[in-house]
C-alpha cells in the first residue's frame, strides 16, 4: 500500500509538470524540435565479436545504450551515478565524485564494484575491475567529448575484452567531421559549482579529423565542507584518419580531479543530517602515525578521493581481401588514485563518558570548550596512496561468408600497482560539519590511537593473455546461432610489507588458466522484434587484494577463482514511436568471498541471483517521451553456515526509474524541453546476515532547457527535488553501530551554452 501511495504521489506530481508545459506552450501542434534518433536505426559496437557494429534490436544479448543528449539531460554528479540509467544496475553514487559501490544484477560484492569494467574506445582503462579503494568508474569522468556511452551486461561478456563476466560500460569519443563545430558551456550551483566545459571539432586534412576538449572546475561540493573541496579539470585529443580500406584513431585524455570522499553519517544526532560531511576547513589536515616504526605523517585529508593520470590509445580497422577484417585497440593508463577519508568507526557518545578526569575538553583548532552532553566520535584518519599502470591490446582478425561469420581473437594486459595504506588513526571529532578535533581525551595524543590500525606497504605486478573465437552462422532467414570460447592465462606477483616495518608478510606468484564460453541464439519474429536466449559460464580471476584478503586459502592450494555461470531470455521490440526490451536472467557465483574490515579473513560463499530487466522508451508527435527502466529481483546466499538463505547485502529486491520529458516551443521561436527523472527503490540489507534493512525511498529530479537560437541554450537542473533522505548503505565496518550514507541531498545547477 505504502508503494501504491509513492506512486500515485508522484502521478499526480508528474501530470502537473506536463500540465504546465502544455498551458505555457503557445504553439502546441507547431514544428517540435525532437532530438529522438529513431529507435529501430540504434547501433551498437559492444559485445560484437568482430567488432562491427549491428542494429541493437539484431542484439543476441542485453545491451543499452546512451546518447550523448541522454548524458547531458540525466546531469549525473559522476560516472557511477550516470549507470542508475543501466537495468540490472544498483549503483551507489553517494561516496561523492569517486569511490563508488556498483552491484550488477544481483552479484555479490561488498563494495567497489568487482563486476564491473569502464573501457574507453573499446579497451579496458584498466584490466583489473577492482582494487581496494579502486574501482575503474573513479578513472573516469564525464564532459562535453562523449559522443554516447554502452553497456553490456552479461552476455558475450566472458568471451571478450578482460573477460569480466558482469558489466561492461564502453564510453565512446566523439570524432571530427568535415564541418569545424564547437561548444563552449559555463555551469554554476547553489554549492559553489564554478565549471567550463568546452569541445572543439573538425577537419585537419584530407580525411583527417581532430577533435579536442575539456573542463575545468572548482566547488565546495554538495555537502558543503567551506572549501574547495571538489577540484578537476580533463583534457582531451582525438585524431581519425579515414582510408579507402578503414581508418586509424589516436587519443589521449589526462584528468587530475579529486573531492571529498562522503561517508556514514551518524543518524542518531539531530544535527547531523544529509548535508553533514565529516571534513571541513578546520579538520583537514591531521597529523597520524603510520606502521610499527610509527612514521609521523601529515596529510591533507581534503584532497579525498579521485584520480591524477592519463590513458592514451587507439586503434587500427582494415578491410583486407577476401572478407577479412582486422582489428586492433590499444591503451595505456598511468596515475595517482589515492584515497584520504574521514571513517566513522562505532556509535557517537557524550563527551562526558570519554574526556579525562577533571581535564576540560576543547577544539584544538579553535580552542574552544566543549560541555559534557554535546556529542563525538571516533574518526578513523585513512590514507591510501596507490599508483596504478596499464597495458593492454586487444586483436581481432574475422573473415565473412555468405551466411557465416568467424572471429580470432587475442587479449594481452600488463597491469601494475603500488599500495601504501595507513588505515584506523582512530581519535575523537566533536560531530558537527567539519568538527574539530578534541583535546582533553587521552587516546587522542597517543602513538596508537582509540582504535586499531592496518598499515601496508604492497606493490605487484600482473598479466591476462586471453586467445578466444567466436563462430556466427545464420540458420536460415529469422534463425542466427553463435558460439564463443576463450582460454585466458592469468598471473599475479605481489609482495605486502604488512606493518612497514621492512618485512614482507605475504607473498604470492600466482598463475591459472580457465576456459570461458558463450553460446546464444537470436530469433527474428520481423525486422523490429526478436527474441534471444543465451548461455555463459565465466570466472572472476583474483588480483592483489583477493590473494591477500584470502592468504590462507592460498597457502593451501586454492585457486581463488569464482565461477560465474548465467542464462538470459530475451524480448526486443523497435519502432519508430517506441521500444521495448525484456530481458529475464539467472547468474550463479562460487568461490566469492567477502571481507568486513581489512586485515580480517574472508568469509566464501555461494551466490545466486535471478530476475527480469526491463528498458522502454516511448516517443509521441505532440513532443512528449517517457523512458522508463526497472530490475525485479531475487538473491540467495548458500554454502555458508552463519548466512545460509540470507539475501545478498546492499541490493534492492526491485528499482523502477522512469523519466518524462516535453518538447514545446514558446515565442520568437524558442524550443524548450522540461523533463523529470523519478526514482523508487525497495528496502536492501545493510550486511549479509541481514539485521540491518535499510528503507526504501524515492527520489526526483526536474529540469528545463531553452534554445534560443541554434546558438544559445539554457538549462536548469534540480536534483533530488524533495530533498529526500535515503541510505545508500549502514556502516559496512560495524552494522550495529547507528551510521548511514545518505543519498546526495537537494542541489541546483544552471548551464549556459554557445555552440557554432
Not at 560531511?277 to 579538520?283: A, F, T
Not at 514545446?664 to 522540461?674: A, H, K
Not at 527503490?681 to 529530479?701: C, H, P
Request: proline share 3%.
Amino acid at each position: 500500500m505504502k508503494n501504491q501511495r509513492v506512486i500515485f504521489h508522484y502521478h499526480k506530481l508528474i501530470t502537473a509538470i506536463l500540465a504546465g508545459c502544455i498551458y505555457h506552450a503557445s504553439a502546441i501542434g507547431q514544428e517540435i524540435i525532437n532530438s529522438k534518433s529513431d529507435p529501430i536505426d540504434v547501433l551498437v559496437i559492444t559485445g560484437s565479436s568482430d567488432g562491427q557494429s549491428i542494429r541493437k534490436v539484431d542484439a543476441s544479448y542485453a545491451i543499452t545504450s546512451l546518447s550523448a543528449r541522454d548524458i547531458e539531460l540525466f546531469s549525473a554528479k559522476s560516472t557511477a551515478d550516470l549507470f542508475k540509467m543501466i537495468p540490472g544496475v544498483w549503483a551507489e553514487s553517494s561516496g561523492g565524485v569517486a569511490g563508488a559501490n556498483i552491484f550488477v544484477r544481483g552479484f555479490p560484492g561488498g563494495g567497489d564494484a568487482p563486476f564491473v569494467t569502464v573501457q574507453l574506445q573499446g579497451v579496458p582503462i584498466y584490466a583489473p575491475s577492482t582494487l581496494s579503494f579502486l574501482e575503474n568508474s573513479t578513472l573516469f569522468r564525464l564532459d562535453e567529448t562523449i559522443d554516447y556511452m554502452e553497456a553490456l551486461r552479461g552476455g558475450p561478456n566472458p568471451l571478450l575484452g578482460s573477460g569480466q563476466p558482469g558489466l561492461t560500460t564502453n564510453f565512446l569519443l566523439k570524432e571530427g567531421q568535415s564541418t569545424t563545430e564547437g561548444t563552449v558551456k559555463y555551469s554554476i550551483s547553489d554549492y559553489g559549482l564554478s565549471r567550463i566545459d568546452a569541445v572543439l571539432s573538425g577537419e585537419l586534412s584530407d580525411s583527417l579529423y581532430y577533435m579536442i576538449g575539456g573542463y575545468s572546475k572548482r566547488s565546495n561540493g554538495v555537502r558543503d565542507a567551506s572549501f574547495n573541496a571538489e577540484n578537476g579539470q580533463q583534457f582531451t585529443l582525438n585524431l581519425t584518419k579515414y582510408f579507402d580500406q578503414g581508418k586509424l584513431n589516436f587519443y589521449i585524455r589526462n584528468t587530475d580531479d579529486h573531492g571529498i570522499w562522503y561517508l556514514p553519517t551518524p543518524l542518531n544526532v539531530e544535527s547531523a543530517d544529509n548535508k553533514y560531511s565529516q571534513i571541513g576547513y578546520l579538520n583537514r589536515q591531521a597529523t597520524v602515525y603510520i606502521g610499527q616504526q610509527n612514521l609521523l605523517i601529515k596529510e591533507d585529508f581534503g584532497q579525498g578521493r579521485g584520480w591524477d593520470g592519463f590513458v592514451t590509445g587507439g586503434s587500427l580497422s582494415s578491410s583486407l581481401q577476401n572478407d577479412w577484417h582486422l582489428i586492433d585497440k590499444f591503451s595505456f593508463t598511468k596515475g595517482k588514485a589515492n584515497t584520504y577519508g574521514f571513517v566513522p568507526k562505532g556509535a557517537p557518545v557524550s563527551i562526558g563518558m570519554i574526556r579525562d578526569i577533571n581535564t576540560p575538553v576543547t577544539g584544538a583548532a579553535t580552542g574552544d570548550n566543549y560541555q559534557d552532553h554535546e556529542m563525538a566520535q571516533q574518526i578513523g584518519r585513512w590514507i591510501v596512496k596507490k599508483d596504478i599502470e596499464s597495458f593492454t591490446n586487444d586483436l581481432l582478425l574475422s573473415k565473412e561468408f555468405e551466411q557465416t561469420k568467424v572471429t580470432f581473437g587475442l587479449f594481452n594486459s600488463q597491469f601494475s600497482v603500488k599500495d601504501w595504506w595507513g588505515l584506523g588513526n582512530h581519535a575523537y571529532y566533536i560531530v558537527k560539519t567539519g568538527g574539530e578535533l578534541l583535546n582533553g581525551i587521552a587516546c587522542n595524543t597517543t602513538i596508537e590511537g582509540c582504535g586499531w590500525n592496518y598499515d601496508i606497504d604492497a606493490v605487484g605486478d600482473g598479466q591476462i593473455t586471453a586467445l578466444y573465437g567466436a563462430y556466427e552462422h545464420q540458420i536460415n532467414r529469422v534463425l542466427t546461432l553463435d558460439l564463443g570460447i576463450r582460454n585466458q592465462q592469468h598471473k599475479i606477483q605481489y609482495t605486502v610489507d604488512e606493518g612497514i616495518d621492512g618485512v614482507i608478510t605475504k607473498h604470492a606468484n600466482y598463475k591459472e588458466n580457465q576456459w570461458s564460453w558463450t553460446l546464444g541464439a537470436n530469433l527474428s519474429l520481423d525486422h523490429n522484434s526478436g527474441l534471444f536466449v543465451r548461455a555463459n559460464r565465466g570466472s572472476k580471476m583474483p588480483y592483489f587484494d583477493d590473494i591477500r584478503d584470502n592468504y590462507t586459502r592460498y597457502n593451501n592450494g586454492e585457486n581463488l577463482v569464482k565461477q560465474v555461470s548465467q542464462l538470459e531470455l530475451g524480448y526486443k521490440l523497435a519502432s519508430q514511436a517506441y521500444s521495448l526490451y525484456v530481458t529475464s536472467f539467472f547468474n550463479e557465483v562460487t568461490g566469492d568471498t567477502f571481507v568486513k574490515k581489512m586485515g580480517d579473513d574472508a568469509q566464501v560463499m555461494t551466490n545466486r541471483a535471478g530476475g527480469i530487466e526491463v528498458d522502454a522508451s516511448y516517443y509521441h508527435e505532440s513532443g512528449f517521451s517517457l523512458t522508463l527502466n526497472s530490475t525485479l529481483q531475487k538473491t540467495k546466499i548458500s554454502n555458508n553456515l552463519a548466512n545460509e538463505g540470507n539475501e545478498v547485502q546492499r541490493q534492492p529486491k526491485w528499482q523502477l526509474r522512469f523519466s518524462p520529458s516535453y518538447d514545446f516551443e514558446l515565442p520568437n521561436e524558442i524550443y524548450g524541453t522540461i523533463y523529470s527523472s523519478i526514482s523508487l527503490v525497495g528496502k536492501r540489507f545493510s550486511n549479509i546476515e541481514n539485521t540491518v534493512v535499510l528503507a526504501g525511498y524515492q527520489k526526483m529530479d526536474l529540469g528545463i532547457e531553452l534554445n534560443f537560437d541554434e546558438q544559445i541554450s539554457v538549462q536548469f537542473t534540480i536534483n533530488n527535488l524533495t530533498d529526500e533522505k535515503g541510505l545508500t548503505e549502514g556502516d559496512p565496518r560495524d552494522p550495529t553501530a547507528p551510521n548511514g550514507r545518505y543519498i546526495l541531498p537537494s542541489s541546483m545547477k544552471l548551464s549556459l551554452r554557445y555552440s557554432f
